[in-house]
């Protein structure tokens, strides 16, 4: 079956600029992640979506950052008023038991944002 | 979630077993092993998970020492398509966000 997909595959914008990111989880995931990397380093949480429970925000670096998932499937990262600093691989995750047992997230390809 | 180390980076000829060492010796009892691979250019790959037993699947063996304060992932017949950064994480069985550090950079060499 299909994986987790991303679009766009890349994003060149502006600083000062709004984006939008998308992730199609694979169907039937209850729960959905968003991680950043950014160059050479290693992966940083931002937001954590399961079933129709209040979604742990907890890693979002600032009030710039929100997400959303609707219909518990496709969800959409947005970034208001774009920094430099906010250039990174963005990724999407999703699995399906996000609760207890196993922790096999599914990655998509990402979205390398670049901010100028 | 407890902490831990691997060589920044090795080498493994083609054919061969890469064992690649993870160290957490602060792991505790409800706290899982997890091993995921990033090739150069895509996400991260879930790879294999153990709580305390040695644990194979089509990809990887992993094994956990006794007091479980390391654990080594074992690639049998390493491929050049294995070349990749390979992290080990610490879990609780609840645990979902997944924080990666260094990893090991794995070279598969012909």
């Known amino acids: 079956g299909a994986g987790v997909s991303q679009s766009p595959s890349n994003k060149v914008t502006e600083k000062g600029k709004d984006v939008e990111l998308r992730c199609d989880p694979i169907?039937?995931?209850?729960?959905l992640y968003w991680y950043r990397q950014s160059l050479g380093q290693g992966l940083e949480f931002l937001i954590y979506?399961?079933?129709?429970?209040?979604?742990?925000k907890s890693g979002l670096p600032s009030d710039r950052f929100s997400a959303e998932r609707t219909g518990g499937s496709v969800s959409t990262l947005t970034i208001q008023r774009t920094q430099q600093e906010d250039s990174a691989v963005y990724l999407c995750?999703?699995?399906?038991?996000?609760?207890?047992?196993?922790?096999?997230?599914?990655f998509g390809p990402g979205t390398r944002l670049t901010v100028l | 979630d407890a902490k831990t180390t691997q060589p920044t980076s090795m080498d493994c000829a083609e054919g061969r077993a890469a064992n690649l060492p993870c160290n957490h010796s602060?792991?505790?009892?409800?706290?899982?092993v997890y091993w995921y691979r990033q090739i150069h250019s895509q996400g991260p790959q879930y790879i294999i998970h153990?709580?305390?037993n040695n644990e194979t699947n089509e990809m990887a063996s992993l094994i956990i020492t006794e007091d479980r304060k390391s654990s080594t992932l074992i690639l049998p017949h390493a491929t050049l398509r294995d070349t990749a950064v390979y992290y080990c994480?610490?879990?609780?069985?609840?645990?979902?966000?997944?924080?990666f550090g260094g990893g090991t950079r794995v070279l598969v060499k012909p």
């Open positions: 153990g709580l305390k």
């Open positions: 995750a999703s699995s399906s038991s996000g609760t207890s047992g196993i922790n096999e997230q599914f």
């Open positions: 602060t792991i505790s009892g409800n706290e899982y």
């Open positions: 169907s039937g995931h209850t729960a």
């Open positions: 994480i610490v879990l609780k069985a609840a645990g979902n966000k997944l924080t």
């Open positions: 979506f399961q079933g129709n429970s209040a979604p742990d």
